[in-house]
């Protein structure tokens, strides 16, 4: 069973970074992680989970909500089937729990805790 495993995540004070990781794992030969889309999600609390940044199979089409633009950088290693999010200049908003997903087959992470605060 194709399962996704995040790591990275913690506490950082504001301005910080942290590198998340989405690593597949449980998979079979059957599973191309390198014809499938990356995605990033997170969910503050009290809030709906919101899509941050999205990856193409091949890397050539990314997209980031505009609130991490130029702060944070997803990209993909499709040979060790790991995907990550680089967060640089992290922000008291930026706490959320984080969620890899995969599409297509709807494959989700259980996420990883982020905490920006001083």
């Known amino acids: 069973q194709v399962q996704l495993v995040e790591s990275g995540g913690g506490l950082v004070q504001p301005g910080g970074s942290l590198r998340l990781s989405c690593a597949v794992s449980?998979?079979?030969?059957?599973?191309?992680?390198?014809?499938?889309?990356v995605r990033w999600y997170r969910q503050a609390p009290g809030k709906e989970r919101e899509l941050v940044a999205q990856?193409?199979?091949?890397?050539?089409?990314?997209y980031y909500v505009d609130s991490v633009k130029g702060r944070f950088t997803i990209s993909r290693d499709n040979a060790k089937r790991t995907a990550f999010l680089q967060m640089n200049s992290l922000k008291p908003e930026d706490t959320a729990v984080y969620y890899c997903n995969i599409e297509p087959g709807s494959y989700w992470g259980q996420g990883t805790q982020v905490t920006v605060s001083s």
């Open positions: 449980g998979f079979t030969s059957r599973f191309t992680f390198n014809l499938r889309n």
């Open positions: 990856i193409s199979s091949a890397g050539a089409t990314i």
